[in-house]
């Protein structure tokens, strides 16, 4: 007998889709949840939410994963953009003292798919993916979607900042 | 004592706004505060934007950041106020801000900077909730270090051009 798991299935802009397990799914914010924004954070960082007294970081996978239709991805460095979905999700370990490390949110251009897996629907990262793996725990095999990959949350959100330059940037007026 | 006196006696935190942004310091890293009108810009260097003299004879370099907290060669139309800030070596920073808000601790709820916003480019040594606003945590020698990098990066940069321009860097 084959095993299955629940999950949701999340539409990342672009073209670009994705799941997560159905635990890892806390809340979804729908119509342009408030982005807070923080200088001197890489671009796939647009802001950060505030949810529950919670400060949720939020990540546009999109420009993280530099993937899906360049055209589709909004600015990177404002607060506009296409997703106007977040969902909040859990990375491990949501109680206590380490709550806040915990949690983070995605901004997605629909709201999450509940899905059903099967073990069988395993299937290889698609190529283009392929030097991205570090932030995908598996990969199945979606009925209309094709290969769908399983997002890595704690990978994700330990992404690191490209920006290494000391020092604020220079305007000149 | 009035009650302004007795709300900064019981602060132990000032909030300084760059446009949208503002970030909390520990009072006592703030100086003094100053009318941006006493800026002498005759004393313009690199990209401090000119010179204050305090009251106790000394001067401090004069700094523009907007709320990207990138250096600007002018003060943003709605910054009119100079916080000087102790820069962690027995020296003052000052800069350009909007507001000054003296803070009792109690009124921050700290987080630790995400993993994913965490970069030596920053100042903020982690984020707080302030009235269902978001703002960053730093102190003065952090934001006198991350002034002097930025400042020192476009020294660079003007010394590593005009050595182009006398061909002595090929």
């Given at each position: 007998m084959s095993g299955h798991a629940q999950g949701w299935l999340l539409r990342l802009g672009g073209g670009l889709h994705a799941a997560i397990g159905a635990?890892?799914?806390l809340y979804v914010l729908p119509d342009e949840p408030q982005l807070h924004a923080i200088p001197l954070v890489p671009p796939h960082v647009p802001g950060v939410l505030v949810w529950e007294n919670f400060i949720v970081p939020t990540l546009d996978c999109q420009l993280l994963l530099q993937v899906g239709d360049a055209a589709a991805a909004g600015t990177s460095t404002g607060l506009r953009s296409l997703r106007s979905i977040a969902a909040i999700v859990a990375m491990g370990n949501t109680t206590g003292a380490q709550a806040s490390t915990g949690i983070g949110a995605l901004l997605l251009v629909h709201v999450p798919e509940q899905i059903e897996v099967r073990d069988e629907q395993e299937c290889e990262l698609p190529p283009a993916l392929h030097a991205l793996?570090?932030?995908?725990?598996a990969c199945f095999e979606h009925a209309e979607m094709g290969p769908v990959p399983i997002l890595d949350l704690p990978r994700l959100f330990t992404a690191p900042s490209v920006r290494s330059r000391r020092g604020p940037a220079i305007l000149n007026h | 004592m009035t009650a302004l006196a007795q709300q900064f006696q019981a602060a132990q935190y000032a909030a300084l706004s760059f446009g949208r942004f503002r970030v909390v310091v520990p009072l006592q890293d703030l100086h003094s505060l100053e009318p941006v009108l006493d800026v002498d810009t005759q004393q313009r260097n690199g990209h401090s934007i000119g010179s204050i003299e305090l009251r106790d004879g000394c001067s401090a370099r004069v700094y523009c950041l907007d709320e990207l907290f990138s250096l600007c060669d002018a003060p943003p139309s709605d910054q009119r106020i100079c916080a000087v800030l102790d820069d962690g070596a027995e020296g003052q920073l000052c800069l350009v801000c909007g507001t000054v808000e003296a803070l009792p601790g109690e009124v921050l709820t700290d987080f630790p900077m995400p993993a994913c916003m965490t970069?030596?480019?920053?100042?903020?040594?982690g984020l707080a909730l302030l009235a269902g606003r978001v703002v960053g945590r730093t102190s003065g020698a952090a934001l006198a270090q991350f002034v002097a990098a930025g400042s020192a990066a476009a020294a660079e940069a003007i010394c590593g051009a005009e050595q182009l321009l006398d061909g002595t860097l090929v």
């Open positions: 635990r890892e799914l793996r570090r932030f995908f725990s | 970069s030596a480019a920053t100042p903020l040594a």
